[in-house]
């Protein structure tokens, strides 16, 4: 079975600094395209980073460009997003997802996706 499982969100103050952990099973990170969503209440789901198989190669949104980076550790089989200068408008639930068609889009289908971690950056 694969499985994403996403860890590593909680409360942090605007300025404040997080890593998210996507761990995976059954799947092989390193063949994948990974991809990290977030979702806002009562906002759509927007991209993150989404990043091209063994990690060649990321497409950032442009809200996170200089704030936020991925990274993959092959040896764990599990992607992280280092999210620093957090802002209020970062607030929402993120998740990990994957798929074994290579590329960096944000805009298409990910056959994988895990159960999302709460980000909330308040005062």
């Known amino acids: 079975q694969l499985q994403l499982a996403e860890s590593g969100g909680g409360t942090v103050q605007p300025g404040g600094s997080l890593r998210l952990s996507c761990a995976a099973s059954g799947l092989i990170l390193e063949y994948y395209a990974i991809a990290w969503f977030r979702q806002a209440p009562g906002k759509e789901r927007e991209g993150v980073v989404c990043i091209n198989t063994s990690g060649a190669g990321a497409t950032y949104a442009d809200f996170v460009k200089g704030r936020f980076t991925f990274s993959l550790d092959n040896a764990k089989n599990t992607v992280y997003l280092q999210m620093n200068n957090l802002k209020r408008e970062d607030t929402g639930v993120y998740y990990c997802?994957?798929?074994?068609?290579?590329?960096?889009?944000?805009?298409?289908?990910?056959?994988?996706r895990g159960q999302g971690t709460l980000v909330s950056v308040s005062s």
């Open positions: 997802a994957a798929d074994p068609l290579g590329g960096s889009s944000c805009e298409r289908h990910f056959e994988v």
